[in-house]
């Protein structure tokens, strides 16, 4: 059971604007979409499999 004093403290860690949620997946494959651009213009494929690591 959780008392009002854990409630505010939940409260205060919680979003409450929850439409511009990005999960960890959105974030990696935002990231490889970026890189995969760089390498279909010309970039290195070696450099941006680094890039991608260092993320």
């Known amino acids: 059971e959780i008392d009002e004093e854990d409630e505010k403290a939940l409260a205060a860690f919680m979003?409450?604007?929850?439409?511009s949620k990005r999960s960890?997946?959105?974030i990696i494959l935002q990231?490889?979409?970026e890189k995969d651009a760089t390498v279909s213009t010309g970039g290195h494929?070696?450099?941006t499999l680094m890039?991608?690591?260092?993320y």
């Not at 979003?15 to 439409?19: C, E, L, Q």
């Not at 890039?51 to 260092?54: E, F, G, S």
Request: net charge positive; hydrophobic share 35%.
């Open 51 to 54: 890039l991608l690591i260092n």
């Open 45 to 47: 494929p070696f450099s």
């Open 24 to 26: 960890l997946g959105d």
């Open 15 to 19: 979003s409450k604007d929850t439409s």
């Open 31 to 33: 990231k490889i979409r």
